[in-house]
């Protein structure tokens, strides 16, 4: 069974930095795509930023670019998302989530391609 369990969610306040965890089991973790998404509270889930497969690449939404940074560690089957300099506006729930055929950029982006998904966990930041 697939298994992908984000950690390192909490409260903080604006300003503040966090770093989240996405641990995955039970799949071949270097031949996905791993991407962040998150919702916040009355929107819909949004691509925050995802990784090339041997981690090479990276890419992020325009929203986190400068702040947010992804990376792997396949000998662990992990990916992180660390966060800087957090606003009120990055309060979500946070998901990982595992792709095995996107190629392009803007496929990295396309929920529906995603084939495992975490739970979440919850990012709050404080005004």
């Known amino acids: 069974q697939v298994q992908l369990v984000e950690t390192g969610g909490g409260l903080v306040q604006a300003g503040d930095s966090l770093r989240v965890s996405c641990a995955a089991s039970?799949?071949?973790?270097?031949?996905?795509?791993m991407t962040w998404f998150r919702q916040a509270p009355g929107k819909e889930r949004e691509f925050v930023a995802a990784i090339s497969r041997n981690g090479g690449s990276t890419y992020y939404a325009d929203s986190v670019k400068g702040r947010f940074t992804i990376s792997r560690d396949n000998a662990k089957n992990t990916v992180y998302l660390q966060m800087n300099s957090l606003k009120p506006e990055d309060t979500a729930v946070y998901a990982c989530?595992?792709?095995?055929?996107?190629?392009?950029?803007?496929?990295?982006?396309?929920?529906?391609?995603?084939?495992?998904w975490g739970q979440g966990t919850r990012v709050t930041v404080s005004s």
């Open positions: 989530a595992a792709a095995r055929t996107p190629t392009t950029v803007y496929e990295f982006t396309q929920q529906h391609l995603y084939n495992y």
């Open positions: 039970g799949l071949a973790f270097g031949s996905y795509v």
